[in-house]
């Protein structure tokens, strides 16, 4: 039953994927008046003006600029004509950077504001106000401090994963069971192996939760803040595209923009069922 | 022979509503266990019983009063007061001899992990559990848990257990089967055990003696009640005992009358000790 489910599902989704490319297809044929011009002229013209050609790609120009992608990911031709693989690298060097510094602030911190009430209240109403500030209205103060364009970058990612780590940190630690404190209590175990055996894997799923979330708001920024920064990364990348007036490459970029966030997403979804458990 | 607890003077009060002023749950509950011995507290929901266990336990701290066990005045939660929960309190992500292990890796931390699994095997063979090492709790049945928790309890080699309504959560039959078990291996550890229940035949069964609280607040310890009933006594053969049910109207009338009467006045009596005479019952 439930095989047959996802088999019906598998061809629902090919039928809307086929029926959204047919249609992108036929909007995108083309029926612009061609106007008559002399050869010289034609040759500054675009094909739009020539042939009547829709300004927005297709997706056989889309297609084929995957495939041109595809066959050279890594070709580095100066600054701005580099293989998407290498601007996707850059993006992902940088995520996980700014990411990682976030997980060494916000765990430990997490903890603590979930294990002591005091810490908690005394930190509220700094996370309540700096949560809401948009991680790139950091970047001028990051650029002015920091005086390095990528290194500001990692900040602005660091700073957006934070939040959602570490209350989600504080929460799942918060809120572990009485019962499982009172058997630690009574097993006179000691602080640390209480902090490593009972605490951190009662409250794993609720951090990884946290973490998950995190990865995905830093994959959000990370595009944001590289069209801000310039110089390389999948964001830069799309806007070079854009002055360059290449619609089908800025396409292109979004879906690889769109699968790395799946897969980041499908990562961090089979870690937390790694550490979940069942009550 | 010196009790081995002493229970003296026991008082909790919550800061209640500013109106009202704090509440007082129990006041001036005393008692004494031997070594050896099986002691019941039986009460109604709200009269602290728990409560009073967890002061025992270290887990609670009363407002007055003290608890000495073995000579030590009890400040905190020991090892040698080993604990079976009421929602057997298992950590799920563990398997059963895990949990089991945890504990006591936690009595013997120098032991090799060869000694832990093997010490924490032997009681979990000595609750039945033998071919469910593997399991998680939540892959476990009610009466299962709680016999992990029971063997968890066990392994430590604590000097005495306190018991928390551990049967509550469990059917009639698988009570029943446990019960039998607890009752053997008190049996054969001559464990010093304080119990909380609510089901007057599980005390007649497992209690050497059995203290009957009264209703709160300022609930107190009303009655103490010697279970005459020999030792050795089955699930099968005690409700056989002549003995048995003038035990147990005597207990059911103090939970359905008598626990009222004491309201409001615990503290300042003595409690009654009935060393219980069938024959008084009957005259009666």
């Known amino acids: ?279 | 022979m010196k009790p081995f607890v002493f229970v003296e003077q026991l008082r909790k009060m919550y800061p209640g509503a500013r109106a009202e002023g704090p509440l007082c749950v129990f006041d001036g509950v005393s008692f004494t266990i031997d070594k050896g011995e099986f002691v019941c507290l039986i009460g109604h929901s709200g009269c602290g019983k728990s409560t009073i266990l967890n002061i025992v336990a270290g887990l609670d701290a009363a407002t007055s009063g003290r608890v000495i066990v073995d000579a030590t005045e009890v400040r905190g939660p020991s090892l040698d007061r080993g604990v079976v929960f009421q929602g057997h309190a298992l950590l799920p992500w563990l398997s059963a001899r895990k949990n089991v292990a945890f504990a006591v890796r936690s009595r013997w931390p120098r032991w090799t992990e060869e000694q832990v699994a093997r010490h924490a095997q032997k009681y979990l063979d000595m609750v039945h559990l033998t071919g469910s090492e593997q399991k998680k709790p939540a892959e476990l049945s009610g009466g299962m848990k709680q016999r992990v928790g029971i063997a968890r309890a066990f392994a430590i080699q604590p000097k005495m257990l306190l018991l928390d309504e551990p049967f509550g959560a469990l059917d009639a039959l698988t009570r029943g089967v446990i019960q039998d078990e607890l009752l053997q291996i008190c049996a054969a550890t001559r464990q010093t055990v304080l119990m909380i229940t609510h089901d007057v035949d599980e005390a007649i069964l497992l209690a050497d003696r059995i203290l009957l609280m009264s209703n709160g607040p300022r609930a107190g310890i009303a009655e103490v009640v010697e279970n005459l009933l020999p030792r050795g006594r089955t699930r099968q053969t005690i409700h056989r005992d002549p003995h048995y049910y003038p035990l147990r109207n005597h207990l059911l009338d103090f939970l359905v009358t008598r626990s009222k009467r004491y309201r409001n006045g615990a503290g300042s009596e003595a409690p009654r000790t009935t060393a219980h005479e069938p024959a008084q019952e009957a005259a009666q």
């Open chain 1, 1 to 279: 039953m439930t095989s047959s489910l996802r088999f019906r599902a598998a061809i629902v989704s090919i039928a809307l994927f086929l029926a959204f490319v047919g249609i992108w297809h036929i909007a995108t044929r083309g029926t612009g008046t061609v106007a008559a011009m002399t050869p010289e002229y034609a040759k500054l013209m675009g094909l739009t003006a020539t042939q009547g050609k829709s300004a927005m790609p297709g997706p056989l120009d889309v297609g084929a600029k995957l495939w041109e992608h595809l066959r050279r990911p890594f070709y580095d031709n100066g600054p701005n004509d580099k293989g998407l693989g290498i601007q996707l690298g850059y993006s992902i060097a940088r995520v996980g950077l700014g990411y990682f510094l976030a997980v060494l602030v916000a765990i430990p911190f997490g903890f603590l504001i979930g294990m002591s009430p005091l810490i908690n209240r005394a930190l509220d109403p700094f996370i309540q106000i700096l949560k809401p500030i948009s991680p790139l209205a950091w970047m001028p103060l990051a650029l002015y401090t920091i005086k390095d364009s990528s290194v500001s970058s990692v900040f602005v990612i660091s700073i957006c994963s934070l939040w959602p780590m570490l209350l989600n940190t504080a929460h799942g630690v918060g809120s572990v069971k009485r019962e499982w404190l009172d058997v630690a209590r009574t097993l006179e175990v000691s602080p640390v192996r209480k902090a490593l055996h009972v605490v951190l894997p009662a409250a794993a799923p609720t951090i990884l939760t946290g973490m998950r979330i995190s990865m995905g708001i830093a994959w959000l920024v990370i595009v944001a803040a590289e069209m801000l920064v310039g110089g390389t990364g999948i964001g830069y990348f799309v806007w070079n595209e854009w002055n360059n007036l290449s619609l089908a490459n800025v396409i292109f970029a979004l879906l690889v923009i769109g699968l790395m966030g799946m897969l980041l997403d499908l990562g961090f979804a089979s870690l937390g069922k790694l550490v979940a458990y069942q009550e």
